[in-house]
C-alpha cells in the first residue's frame, strides 16, 4: 500500500499563510526578494501567492492562484519595480479558495493607496464586517485583510498611523499584517503574539519583516528581532519606528509553530525550531522507555524528533520512510473532490531497514487519525516484527479558532478516543504522545497558545463572544 501525501495533510494541522515585506531607500529588484522569500515560506500555503511593490507611493499588484512558481515569471517580476514590497503565500482556513481572496489586497481611500497581506484569523470579523456593510461598505472578498482595509479607512481623518492604531485594537483574535501605504512598509503582530512575525536587515541597510527567518537568510539578511506581542513597526527612509499599541502581559505564541508549521531551520522568538523539536523528542524517549532495533521519523517534520528520541534511547536513528521530494505538494486543497485529483506523492518504506526489526516510529503529531494506520500496515508490509508509535506533540483535544484549520472536535481522534483505544485503532504495539508539560520543557517556556490541547485559550473563543 502507498501513503499518499493527500492522506498525510488529513492527520496534521492545515498549515497557514505566509508573509513577507521588504523596505529599500532606493529603487531594488524587490520583487525578486519577496519571490525568493516566497519560496522558502511556501510550506505555509500553497494555494496562492501575490505581491504588491511600491513605485514612488503608486502601488501595483500580480497575484494568482498556485505555487509561486506557478504565478510568477521572470516577465512579471521585472515588472514590478518599486522600493519597497509586500508578498503572500495563502492556504485558506475557511474553505474559500478562489481569487479574490488571494492576497495582497489593495485599495485606495482618502489617504491614498494601501495593500494588506496578513497571516491568522480574526476571531470577530464576521461582526466587524456586518457593522462595516451596514454602513454602505462593500466587500469583494470574504478576507479579514479586506475587513481590516475598510476599518482603517473609516478612521482616516485620523492619520494613517491612528487609524491603523485603532483598527487593530478592535479587532480580536491572532494575526501578524504586513501593509503598503503612505511610502511605508507597516508590520503588526497580535497582543498575544500567537503569529509570529520577525524583522531583518542586510549589509546594504535594507529591511524586512517575515514570517519566519527563514525567508531573510534567503535573500542574504540576518533577522535583527522579533516583532513584540502588540506592537507595530512604521519603516520608512528615517529607519524604524515602534508603537505599542496593546500592552499585555499573558503572550502566548502558538505552540504548533515549533511542533510542525515552521521550517526547522527558522528561529522565532528566540527558539531555534530544530533545537526544539529534537529536544522534544528526547523528552519523549525518558516518557516511556520501550525495547526497540531502529527509530525512524516521518518526513520532514516528524524527523528532528526522531533524531532527538534515538539520542537519548540509545536506540539507532534509521531513514525508515522514503518521500519523494520532486513532486510539488498539492495536497493541501480545501475541496476533497480536488484533494482526490490531486497528484500523489509517495511515502514508501524502505524494506532493507525494517525488515525483522523492532521499529519505533516518531511523527510530529497525531491529530486526526487518518493515515497513522496506513503508514504502520505499510511498515509491518515491510517486515518490521513491531511497531510503536510516537508524537512528538500532545493530544490534540480541541478547536483551534486562530488560523489552524481545525473547527471541530469531531475530526480529532483524541477527542474521541482514549490512547489506549488510539493504539488500537491504528495497530500500534504502543503508542505515546508528548505530555503538555514536556513539550513546554521542550520550549523553555510556559508562555505558549496551548488551547488545542486543554482547552484554556489565551483570549476568549468566537462560541464564548
Do not use: W
Not at 484569523?121 to 482595509?149: H, M, Y
Not at 482603517?152 to 481623518?157: L, P
Amino acid at each position: 500500500m502507498i501513503c499518499t501525501e493527500e492522506m498525510l495533510a488529513k492527520d496534521k494541522m492545515e498549515e497557514e499563510c505566509g508573509v513577507f515585506g521588504v523596505y529599500c531607500k532606493e529603487n531594488k529588484e524587490v520583487s525578486q526578494m519577496c519571490y525568493y522569500a516566497m519560496y522558502a515560506l511556501q510550506h505555509r500555503g500553497q494555494e496562492s501567492a501575490g505581491i504588491t511593490v511600491s513605485n514612488g507611493g503608486q502601488l501595483y499588484s500580480y497575484k494568482g492562484m498556485g505555487l509561486t512558481a506557478d504565478v510568477f515569471t521572470e516577465e512579471t517580476l521585472n515588472q514590478l519595480q518599486g522600493n519597497a514590497a509586500i508578498a503572500h503565500v495563502r492556504y485558506s482556513s475557511f474553505k474559500d479558495n478562489k481569487i479574490e481572496n488571494a492576497q495582497p489586497i489593495e485599495s485606495r481611500f482618502k489617504l491614498g493607496q494601501i495593500a494588506v497581506a496578513h497571516n491568522g484569523n480574526l476571531t470577530n470579523s464576521k461582526v466587524i464586517r456586518e457593522l462595516l456593510e451596514d454602513g454602505g461598505a462593500t466587500f469583494t472578498s470574504t478576507s479579514d485583510s479586506e475587513v481590516v482595509i475598510k476599518m482603517i479607512a473609516r478612521k482616516a481623518a485620523d492619520g494613517l498611523e491612528e487609524a491603523i492604531k485603532a483598527t487593530v485594537s478592535a479587532v480580536k483574535g491572532a494575526y501578524a499584517f504586513v501593509m503598503l501605504a503612505d511610502k511605508k512598509l507597516i508590520g503588526i503582530r497580535d497582543p498575544y503574539g500567537i503569529r509570529p512575525l520577525c524583522i531583518g536587515t542586510n549589509d546594504a541597510g535594507d529591511y524586512f519583516l517575515a514570517s519566519e527567518s527563514c525567508a531573510i537568510d534567503a535573500i542574504g539578511g540576518h533577522i535583527v528581532r522579533d516583532v513584540e506581542a502588540g506592537e507595530m513597526v512604521i519603516i520608512d527612509d528615517n529607519g524604524i519606528k515602534s508603537v505599542k499599541y496593546a500592552e499585555n502581559r499573558n503572550i502566548a505564541p502558538c505552540s504548533f509553530e515549533h511542533i510542525y508549521f515552521a521550517r526547522p531551520d527558522s528561529t522565532i522568538d528566540g527558539i531555534n525550531v530544530y533545537q526544539a523539536r529534537v529536544e522534544a523528542g528526547k523528552l519523549l524517549a525518558k516518557q516511556c522507555k520501550v525495547d526497540a532495533d531502529i527509530v525512524i521519523g516521518v518526513p520532514d517534520s516528524g524527523v528532528p524528533a526522531a533524531i532527538g528520541y534515538a539520542e537519548e534511547s540509545g536506540i539507532p536513528y534509521a531513514m525508515g520512510l522514503i518521500k519523494n521530494k520532486y513532486i510539488a505538494r498539492t495536497f493541501i486543497k480545501p475541496v476533497q473532490s480536488l484533494r482526490e485529483q490531486a497528484v500523489m506523492v509517495k511515502l514508501n518504506p524502505l524494506r532493507i531497514q525494517l525488515e525483522g526489526k523492532r521499529v519505533v516510529v516518531v511523527d510530529d503529531s497525531l491529530v486526526r487519525g487518518t493515515t497513522s494506520k496506513i503508514l504502520i500496515e505499510i511498515i509491518r508490509r515491510a517486515g518490521a516484527k513491531e511497531v510503536h508509535f510516537r508524537s512528538a506533540s500532545p493530544a490534540v483535544m480541541h478547536p483551534c479558532f486562530y488560523g489552524v484549520d481545525i473547527a471541530h472536535r469531531k475530526e480529532l481522534i483524541a477527542a474521541r478516543m482514549s490512547v489506549e483505544e488510539i493504539r488500537q485503532e491504528i495497530n500500534a504495539d504502543t503508542l505515546d504522545y508528548l505530555s503538555l508539560e514536556n513539550m513546554l520543557t521542550s520550549l523553555k517556556s510556559n508562555n505558549f497558545c496551548v488551547g488545542c490541547f486543554n482547552g484554556v485559550y489565551p483570549m476568549s473563543t468566537p462560541t464564548e463572544d
